[in-house]
T-cell receptor
Framework: EIVLTQSPATLSLSPGERATLSCTTSQNVLRYLAWYQQKPGQAPRLLIYDASNRAAGIPARFSGSGTGTDFTLTISSLEPEDIAVYYC?????????FGGGTKVEIK | EVQLLESGGGLVQPGGSLSLSCAASGFTFSDYAMTWVRQAPGKGLEWVSAITGSGSETNYADSVKGRFTISRDNSKSTVYLQMNSLKVEDTAVYYCAKDWIVGATNWYFDLWGRGTLVSISS
């Protein structure tokens, strides 16, 4: 099983600041990695697929990068509505696995 | 409206069974692979099971293999999760979700239901 490790566990930033979230995989997943946003009390929402492609309707302030085992989700300028937990997910092999999540808080 | 609606959750004793359903609407259901993902209270996401659009291929997490069965009825636009030999650690909100790519399998999920709560307790 491929283990996904996300860091930091919690990120506290002020509105307008840049948020950088990390996802490290235990094996090479090429670029087969997605990012999801889950707001409190809601289902997850697909943000990024194949490491760097924004899903439909996702604001341009969200971007993804990386390949192999190291991936980054960047929120260029944090908005109050970005308060959520963010998860990465790999799809290169079964079982599909998610990271443990990074909680983004507004300072 | 494009949506997924889960049902069938509830309180069950350890060792019991439960069947979840996920009714889809607003898209051509048979064109998309589907999955179940669960989330224990206060915890992260855990993938459970997946099925291709035709239903010919299924996959399971090791934690549920041999106990859970995923299936679909494309004539009813519904995917199911039959859960047997339930354990306390199966307690979670269970989400169904749709693959984002049509006519193939991509295993990223762009449409999620609101979830149904399964509680296993004596």
């Amino acid at each position: 099983e491929i283990v996904l490790t996300q860091s930091p566990a919690t990120l506290s930033l002020s509105p307008g600041e840049r948020a950088t979230l990390s996802c490290t995989t235990s094996q090479n997943v090429l670029r087969y990695l997605a990012w999801y946003q889950q707001k409190p009390g809601q289902a997850p929402r697909l943000l990024i697929y194949d490491a760097s492609n924004r899903a439909a309707g996702i604001p341009a302030r969200f971007s993804g990068s990386g390949t192999g085992t190291d991936f980054t989700l960047t929120i260029s300028s944090l908005e109050p509505e970005d308060i959520a937990v963010y998860y990465c997910q790999q799809r290169i092999t079964w079982p599909l696995t998610f990271g443990g999540g990074t909680k983004v808080e507004i300072k | 409206e494009v949506q997924l609606l889960e049902s069938g959750g509830g309180l069950v004793q350890p060792g019991g069974s439960l069947s979840l359903s996920c009714a889809a609407s607003g898209f051509t259901f048979s064109d998309y692979a589907m999955t179940w993902v669960r989330q224990a209270p206060g915890k992260g996401l855990e993938w459970v099971s997946a099925i291709t659009g035709s239903g010919s291929e299924t996959n399971y997490a090791d934690s549920v293999k041999g106990r859970f069965t995923i299936s679909r009825d494309n004539s009813k636009s519904t995917v199911y999760l039959q859960m047997n030999s339930l354990k306390v650690e199966d307690t979670a909100v269970y989400y169904c979700a749709k693959d984002w790519i049509v006519g193939a399998t991509n295993w990223y999920f762009d449409l999620w239901g609101r979830g149904t709560l399964v509680s296993i307790s004596s």
